[in-house]
């Protein structure tokens, strides 16, 4: 690699990397601030809010390649992401730090999640592919999510707050109270997060342009690039939200934020891009249906037996995306 093209790239992989980071920021102190301004919960502004807008790459992806005629890279593309967010993205952060699963988590969302990987491997199995009928199903099921998760949280956190009152003595955690001091004003919250949502996208266009150039020259295939780099930079977004949801304590951002990504990228982008060009006579294998499955069936699990996701639960996570990862590699050089 000529040395101009050497630090054009690594300026752009540090550029990317602090786009990531400062974006993430951004991103979660302005849905941390909504959350207080709406009377919601943390839990749903990551399970909406921040999940939406981390998923944003895998919209743009996936429309593109709907209505360039590249149907399967779409599917692929959820069910890569959907992989990569569970057994990588929070498998990491739990090793890291270990994140308690909210009560409502384990009652309503990571069924739905669940639901949402079942329904997707049922309809590509039924029907070879997503067709609009199947598409439109997932659209409806995005609107009802959403509206419900917004209702329910906005009783439960009145009713929280009605306790609060009558228990003004009780203890409050140091992190929780610091970020309830100093919250933003809602145009400067919004402003906050659509920055941090611009940040996340180029940043991590910035770092896959540097990666992929640092990959090509030193050999490597087009295939283990595309099924190695290019998938996990799609994914970018939602490691640095949860990432640094993760350090700042913000755990129901955190993993809230990858829940909710994967039942977007199912309920959302499937529900939208087979209105536009049907997902039709795909050749996505059983192994990565049965991967995503197991990596979703295994959060389900934990959460229902347990009360948190812990160091080793993430590290068995990991493990299980670094051997899919290894296999694919292996099948494919």
Request: include cysteine.
């Amino acid at each position: 690699m000529p040395m101009l093209d050497l630090f054009r790239n690594l300026g752009l992989a540090v550029l990317g990397v602090a786009l990531l980071y400062y974006g993430a920021e951004f991103l979660v102190k302005g849905g941390v601030s909504l959350a207080l301004k709406a009377h919601v919960s943390r839990l749903v502004i990551g399970l909406t809010l921040a999940a939406f807008a981390t998923s944003a790459p895998e919209l743009v992806v996936s429309i593109d390649s709907a209505l360039r005629g590249s149907a399967d890279i779409s599917l692929g593309n959820v069910v890569g992401s959907n992989i990569c967010n569970v057994a990588l993205i929070l498998g990491l952060c739990a090793v890291l730090h270990p994140m308690p699963f909210h009560a409502n988590l384990k009652k309503f969302d990571l069924p739905v999640m669940l639901f949402a990987m079942l329904a997707l491997t049922g309809f590509y199995f039924l029907s070879h592919g997503i067709n609009r009928w199947e598409g439109a199903f997932f659209f409806l099921c995005i609107l009802t999510y959403t509206t419900l998760n917004v209702i329910l949280s906005k009783k439960q956190e009145a009713k929280k707050a009605a306790e609060t009152e009558a228990e003004a003595d009780s203890g409050v955690d140091p992190e929780v109270e610091e970020s309830m001091k100093k919250p933003l004003g809602v145009p400067l919250a919004l402003l906050a997060v659509a920055g941090g949502v611009a940040m996340l996208v180029f940043g991590a266009k910035s770092f896959l342009i540097a990666a992929v150039a640092f990959a090509d020259a030193a050999g490597i295939s087009e295939a283990v690039t595309g099924l190695t780099i290019v998938a996990v930079g799609t994914s970018l977004p939602e490691l640095a939200t949860s990432f640094v949801a993760a350090l700042k304590g913000e755990n129901d951002i955190a993993i809230g934020n990858i829940v909710g990504s994967n039942i977007f990228n199912v309920f959302c982008i499937l529900g939208i891009v087979p209105l536009i060009s049907p997902l039709m006579g795909q050749s996505i294998r059983g192994l990565d249906f049965a991967v995503m499955l197991g990596t979703s069936g295994a959060l389900f699990l934990f959460g229902m037996f347990g009360k948190r996701l812990n160091r080793v639960q993430g590290a068995l996570l990991l493990a299980s995306y670094i051997a899919y990862t290894v296999y694919l590699v292996m099948h494919h050089a």
